[in-house]
């Protein structure tokens, strides 16, 4: 059974801090060195300096997240809410031409262990990033991003029949960031909403779509505690924030999680390519002309096209320099099941592991989503080639997720990435 709470959230105050659109970013896995700095630019008040404690400029930076949070407070920049309340979103973006809406709500889930069924993984966590949320969520006490999670609605849309009825009013809170989708935010308080929302969910799985590193820091975070002191029942540690968005939802959209091949050895590389020519068959691409490389690998990724059946395709960047290349797996070995059928296990099982010995793997395969980086690293000669994936499609995520597989870590991009700053997690005695 899946608990859903109201949580009093810390939010920025516009009268001290102005714009709040200026302080709002990615969360901390997909901000590049790149736009850090142009977050720290941006505004004093940018939620960066608290997200990304990870790569902070500063000796200590999880307690530098944490000193900023409280002097932001004290100032009055952040303002937590008087009473527990959930927060209808709507996003509203531009993908392939078409501007589309993403509805859902934030709102506190309860912790569940993985094997409980109530809240399913489906992709591969790394260690180091898990204990980065960890560390910063002990100093600062506070988490500044909601993890995106997907439900199923019931047969009557009870959820999503609600959600667009108090989207349909004046929001608390409009978003305009400079380069992620407008966000508008409703807060709502009252009782009698939030019990209809709790009762259509209570039978509900959640499917993590992206923050599967945060979820899994709050479960360590929780357990540490846990063998210091007794935790109370309802002490906010036991939650954690979530977007909770319709499987059903016209805006849930999905994208490849590219692979490039950075820190390879001759030898490691020389059996990449040996894996890729005696199991594929390559096709050169031709990308449009005049188009920058950052935008002729976004057309390479729409030009991959979505999955048929089991075939098994991805593409390639740089095998030779500056080329396109569409690689077909000739006979894709026997698999038994959805995840071994996986484009990205298929990659990794077959293509990469006869190269890269399983403990060098993290070190050589760095997923990205973000074609102007995969640009400019293989340009700089700091990658040596990519792999451009396409999405797993749903039918195949849920088939996975409900057998409590998991994917090669990084293997689903859903897209739009939730704000972070929108709404802030504080924890205390009670949510």
Request: net charge negative; charged share 25%.
């Amino acid at each position: 059974m899946a608990e859903i709470q109201p949580f009093r959230a810390v939010r920025y105050n516009p009268e001290v801090a102005g714009d709040v659109s200026l302080h709002v970013c990615p969360p901390f896995d997909v901000i590049t060195p790149e736009l850090q700095q142009e977050l720290y630019a941006r505004s004093k008040y940018n939620i960066v300096r608290l997200e990304l404690a990870r790569r902070g400029l500063t000796e200590d930076p999880y307690d530098s997240a944490a000193e900023t949070a409280q002097l932001w407070t004290d100032s009055g920049a952040l303002k937590h809410e008087e009473a527990p309340s959930i927060y209808v979103t709507e996003e509203e973006f531009e993908y392939q031409g078409q501007t589309l809406l993403r509805r859902g709500f934030v709102a506190a889930v309860r912790l569940e262990d993985y094997d409980q069924k109530v809240v399913l993984p489906h992709e591969g966590t790394r260690a180091e990033w898990v204990a980065d949320r960890v560390k910063l969520m002990a100093a600062a006490q506070s988490n500044y991003s909601p993890l995106l999670s997907i439900f199923r609605d019931d047969l009557r849309s009870s959820v999503g029949n609600l959600v667009r009825a108090i989207a349909g009013g004046v929001p608390t809170a409009v978003f305009t960031p400079p380069d992620m989708p407008q966000l508008r935010l409703w807060r709502v308080s009252d009782p009698g909403t939030i019990g209809v929302l709790q009762e259509a969910l209570k039978d509900s799985e959640v499917f993590i779509a992206d923050g599967h590193h945060r979820y899994e820091a709050a479960l360590r975070y929780r357990g540490s505690v846990r063998a210091e002191r007794e935790v109370e029942h309802d002490e906010s540690i036991n939650f954690r924030i979530m977007l909770l968005v319709a499987f059903d939802e016209p805006g849930l959209i999905t994208r490849g999680y590219h692979r490039l091949v950075e820190q390879a050895t001759d030898d490691e590389f020389d059996g990449i390519i040996k894996s890729i020519d005696s199991m594929c068959d390559l096709e050169e691409w031709l990308p449009s002309a005049g188009l920058s490389t950052t935008d002729q690998i976004e057309e390479f990724s729409v030009a991959l096209g979505e999955r048929e059946s089991t075939e098994v395709v991805f593409g390639l960047y740089s095998k030779e320099a500056g080329k396109f290349h569409i690689s077909r797996m000739k006979s894709p070995p026997p698999a038994d099941n959805a995840l071994e059928n996986s484009e990205y296990s298929h990659l990794h099982t077959h293509i990469l592991r006869p190269a890269i010995a399983e403990e060098r793997e993290e070190t050589v395969i760095s997923p990205h989503h973000d074609a102007g980086l995969i640009a400019r690293q293989i340009e700089s000669g700091a990658a040596r080639m990519a792999f451009i994936m396409r999405p797993v499609p749903l039918d195949e995520f849920v088939s996975i997720v409900t057998r409590g597989w998991r994917l090669p870590a990084k293997a689903t991009n859903f897209f739009p990435k939730p704000h972070a700053g929108a709404v802030i997690q504080q924890f205390g005695e009670t949510l």
